[in-house]
């Protein structure tokens, strides 16, 4: 069965450092997102992406993180300068478009440790 | 998306069904309700989603009331592989919809 996969599966970086989260959504999905988790708390809607661009985002997304398509299989989130408080769960999901229903496949996640 | 209520924890003898209630009075005509389930710190597991008929699939069968204000999910012979928070979630049945989580229903199947 088909499933989206995240590298790595878990980061460690140093507070101010930039890291790139890496998800391969399930080939012919167009929609994707990615969601974050913090310890012991809900799952967290970040942002939406579809046809090269943002579709939604939330406002926890701001200008500290981008995402990007860069190539066909691909999908990444960027997150310029870590913050103590950006230690969480990140979980990559993608749909299909066309659809009679948007059921999000999601991936294992990456757990990001910002020290 | 409108809120969802669910309750904190059950219990549940293997083998046995779960009954997880959902409250969602709030729903509007076009919104969904999807059950996606968190084992562990893995990723969210889609379960099933219905609109106002009742739904049944491999995993699961999802009961929803004629007023659309709640809905049950039943798990028909839980195992302990279905230990896991379960979360009730309407959403509008779009691509761009997101999936908003609440707290969700932690089960416990027990031996």
């Known amino acids: 069965e088909p499933e989206v996969t995240q590298t790595p599966s878990h980061q460690v970086t140093q507070m101010g450092q930039e890291v790139i989260l890496r998800c391969v959504p399930i080939s012919n999905h167009l929609y994707f997102y990615w969601y974050r988790q913090i310890l012991g708390q809900k799952v967290e809607f970040l942002v939406s992406?579809?046809?090269?661009?943002?579709?939604?985002k939330s406002e926890i997304f701001d200008d500290q993180f981008s995402v990007e398509r860069p190539d066909g299989s691909n999908f990444t989130l960027k997150i310029r300068s870590t913050k103590l408080e950006d230690s969480a769960m990140y979980f990559c999901a993608s749909s299909e478009i066309g659809q009679a229903y948007y059921e999000q496949y999601f991936g294992p996640g990456t757990r990001l440790t910002v020290t | 998306d409108a809120k969802t209520t669910q309750p904190p924890s059950m219990d549940c003898a293997e083998g046995r069904a779960a009954n997880l209630p959902c409250n969602h009075s709030t729903i509007s005509g076009n919104e969904y309700v999807y059950w996606y389930r968190q084992i562990h710190s893995q990723g969210p597991q889609y379960i099933i989603h219905g609109l106002k008929n009742n739904e049944t699939n491999e995993m699961a069968s999802l009961i929803i009331t004629e007023d659309r204000k709640s809905s049950t999910l039943i798990l028909p012979h839980a195992t302990l592989r279905d230990t896991a928070v379960y979360y009730c979630?309407?959403?509008?049945?779009?691509?761009?919809?997101?999936?908003?989580f609440g707290d969700g229903t932690t089960l416990t199947v027990k031996p």
């Open positions: 979630i309407v959403r509008v049945n779009t691509n761009a919809g997101k999936s908003t």
């Open positions: 992406f579809y046809n090269n661009e943002i579709s939604e």
